[in-house]
């Protein structure tokens, strides 16, 4: 009987499309689930006269594979993928190949990697994106790990992976240990931002200009081609005209409550620690937050009711700033985004192709967009550029699109409609390009209190001083402490 070409372990939707998917590709695909129940439907159902072997345990599943053994782990992030591991190492020889296609955090990814290659295995830690049907279709796939692996497992995932209009793969190798991880959660950041700024547009339609759903919805599909044409916008089109069997608008029945994985999250705290001010992506995340607040919500609003006016100026001119205002923090979102990976990227001695990046989520994952071929573009042209709005298209398109921003947000500001994400991009836009911050001001302070130093605009940079600011404080100055 002939051996499969690669297993999969765990069979709810995201596994269970993703060996489909290789199986459609011609792999022979070894599958086993915790419940076996789940195989056996499996089986008997949707694998039915295909190309799967079905087991029932881990060893079994070893032994139906062709060495070396591909396992790709598709099992919720956490201590499931720990117990899982340790049930493989035992039945797995030297060279077998672990993969982890589920949420990782990218440290569990880098402790992983090290315990597998201490038993003489391979392992990839690879983000998926593209949802259930990116998942059976064609997911975008960022694979980091064991760089052994790579030529293993690169026919199978170039092969299920997600192509752009060339032909090109959505899927190469990212970096060594957790630097696959890392770049999924980047994108789910990214994601995020994306989200959270076509709802504050929404919010923007619907209560400052007092936009019916119908109208929304061929607001959508208009933008839809231009600049912003992405899954996303698409999305949002099809949600806004979407009724139910009773006619009914479906999204004016959903509780204004956001859930979230933690992934954001994640990306916001990571940014914190590389000192990254990724603050379109955090305002997201608090946004989410805010919005599990309802019953303060609801209290809050009778407390300090809102009178907003009807809209009496120019409505189309409006929306064409609203949505310049969207395409203008859309830009400064992956640019906050790839400034994270740089970051990281020197912080874990990655060697990270930013344009093979952006190519990797030009098709098939949950961000994708017409735009991110610019993005490739540009760190082609320039693999060392440190920020994306420098580059000169997105410089010349960000020089047209921030007064609009500017004047959205203010807009926004007088209407008493919270936009968290696109006053954040508009602050970050106006910090970035500020070449006299105060924070001069706020170093003297710190050397006020904490005698912390500071550094002269008239010396070099690396000289610090500290100054005795109330003539008592002495001249001792301080390298560590800090309040």
């Not at 009987?1 to 290789?22: F, P, R």
């Not at 589920?102 to 402790?111: E, K, L």
């Not at 975008?140 to 209009?165: D, L, R, T, Y």
């Not at 303060?296 to 407390?303: D, S």
């Amino acid at each position: 009987m002939k051996k499969a070409d690669i297993a999969v372990i765990g069979l709810a939707v995201m596994g269970e499309n993703l060996a489909m998917n290789m199986e459609s590709r011609g792999f022979t695909v070894a599958v086993y689930n915790r419940h076996t129940e789940k195989v056996d439907d499996f089986i008997a159902g949707r694998a039915a006269g295909k190309n799967f072997i079905g087991c029932h345990s881990i060893e079994e599943l070893a032994a139906n594979l062709e060495k070396p053994r591909k396992v790709f782990m598709m099992v919720k992030a956490g201590a499931p993928v720990d117990a899982l591991i340790e049930q493989l190492i035992p039945v797995l020889e030297e060279g077998d190949i672990l993969i982890d296609g589920g949420n990782s955090h990218f440290p569990d990814t880098m402790r992983r990697c090290e315990l597998a290659e201490s038993n003489g295995l391979l392992y990839v830690g690879c983000g998926v994106s593209g949802g259930e049907e990116g998942a059976l279709k064609g997911p975008s796939m960022m694979p980091g790990g064991s760089p052994a692996a790579w030529e293993h497992v690169k026919p199978i995932f170039q092969a299920i992976c997600a192509k752009v209009e060339d032909g090109s793969p959505c899927c190469d190798w990212v970096g060594e240990n957790g630097a696959g991880h890392f770049v999924k959660m980047v994108h789910n950041g990214i994601e995020y931002g994306d989200m959270q700024l076509i709802c504050e547009c929404y919010q923007l339609l619907k209560d400052g200009l007092g936009l019916a759903n119908e109208e929304m919805h061929d607001v959508f599909a208009r933008w839809n081609e231009t600049e912003l044409d992405s899954y996303l916008i698409e999305i949002t089109r099809d949600i806004l005209g979407y009724r139910d069997e009773n006619g009914e608008y479906t999204v004016d029945h959903i509780l204004d409550t956001a859930g979230q994985k933690g992934t954001g999250k994640w990306t916001a705290i990571q940014a914190l620690d590389e000192g990254t001010p990724l603050t379109l992506i955090s305002e997201a995340v608090y946004a989410r937050c805010l919005s599990a607040q309802k019953e303060e919500r609801v209290e809050a609003a009778r407390t300090f009711p809102h009178e907003r006016k009807a809209f009496e100026g120019d409505a189309d001119a409006l929306i064409e700033k609203i949505r310049k205002a969207l395409y203008a923090s859309k830009i400064i979102s992956y640019a906050q985004g790839y400034s994270l990976m740089r970051a990281a990227a020197e912080h874990y001695g990655w060697n990270l192709n930013f344009g093979g990046i952006a190519l990797m989520w030009r098709g098939g994952c949950i961000i994708r967009s017409a735009f991110l071929g610019k993005i490739k573009e540009a760190f082609e042209k320039d693999p060392a550029l440190s920020n994306l709005i420098l580059d000169s298209y997105f410089a010349d398109q960000m020089k047209t699109l921030v007064p609009a921003l500017r004047e959205v947000v203010a807009f926004a500001v007088g209407a008493g409609i919270p936009v968290p994400s696109l006053s954040s991009a508009m602050s970050w836009f106006d910090g970035y390009t500020t070449e006299r911050l105060p924070a001069n001001l706020l170093q003297a302070q710190r050397d006020y209190f904490g005698a912390h130093t500071y550094e002269r605009t008239d010396a070099p940079r690396g000289e610090h001083f500290h100054t005795n600011w109330t003539g008592h404080g002495g001249d001792t100055s301080s390298s560590s402490y800090n309040a």
